[in-house]
Nanobody, 115 residues
Framework: QVQLVGSGGGLAQAGGSLRLSCAAS????????MAWHRQAPGKRRELVAA???????NYADSVKGRFTISRERAKNTVYLQMNSLKPEDTAVYYC?????????WGKGTLVTVSA
């Protein structure tokens, strides 16, 4: 039974930084993909960044050059380093794990960026 617990959300000022962490627990073996999604008020959930089992990464255009996704495989943990934050980054951020054909989701952590 896979569970994900995210942390690191909070309040930041525009131009500041936050680092999100998400640790997956349970029986997880081998290859898996991990990602961060976010959902702002009035908008649909969107992919922010992802790292594949082959360690390739991809980012939403809106965060390229500002956010960095990384993973620590031994701990089944994914990170999202968010720099140069903008008010439009305000959203609930969800970590996700894709493993053996199933999507697993964390409950989300709120990031608020003030002007």
């Amino acid at each position: 039974q896979v569970q994900l617990v995210g942390s690191g959300g909070g309040l930041a000022q525009a131009g500041g930084s936050l680092r999100l962490s998400c640790a997956a627990s349970g029986i997880i073996f081998g290859l898996n993909n991990m990602a961060w999604h976010r959902q702002a008020p009035g908008k649909r959930r969107e992919l922010v960044a992802a790292v594949t089992s082959g360690d390739s990464t991809n980012y939403a255009d809106s965060v390229k050059g500002r956010f960095t996704i990384s993973r620590e495989r031994a701990k089944n943990t994914v990170y999202l380093q968010m720099n140069s934050l903008k008010p439009e980054d305000t959203a609930v951020y969800y970590c996700a794990l894709f493993y053996r054909g199933t999507d697993y989701w964390g409950k989300g952590t709120l990031v608020t960026v003030s002007a």
